[in-house]
């Protein structure tokens, strides 16, 4: 049996660590757009997402890639 302690890392790694990929209703907020919006943005495949299980996932990529891309209205 290895007697040696563990080491545990300091601090919070969720506040440092970037996120790669979003639930629907976290994308929704980023996004300040509703869910019906952010659905169909993925349907349409403007928006980037994978489906594991039954959870869907936004990837951080797919968002900012998204945004750049939007046009502006004059």
């Given at each position: 049996?290895?007697?040696q302690p563990v080491q545990v890392p300091q601090g919070d790694l969720r506040a440092s660590t970037p996120k790669l990929a979003f639930t629907v209703d976290q994308a929704c907020y980023a996004l300040g757009l509703g869910r019906t919006t952010v659905y169909e943005l993925l349907a349409t495949g403007r928006i980037k997402g994978?489906?594991?299980g039954n959870r869907r996932l936004i990837l951080a990529d797919g968002l900012r890639t998204f945004l750049a891309n939007i046009e502006e209205d004059p």
């Open positions: 049996m290895n007697s994978i489906k594991i």
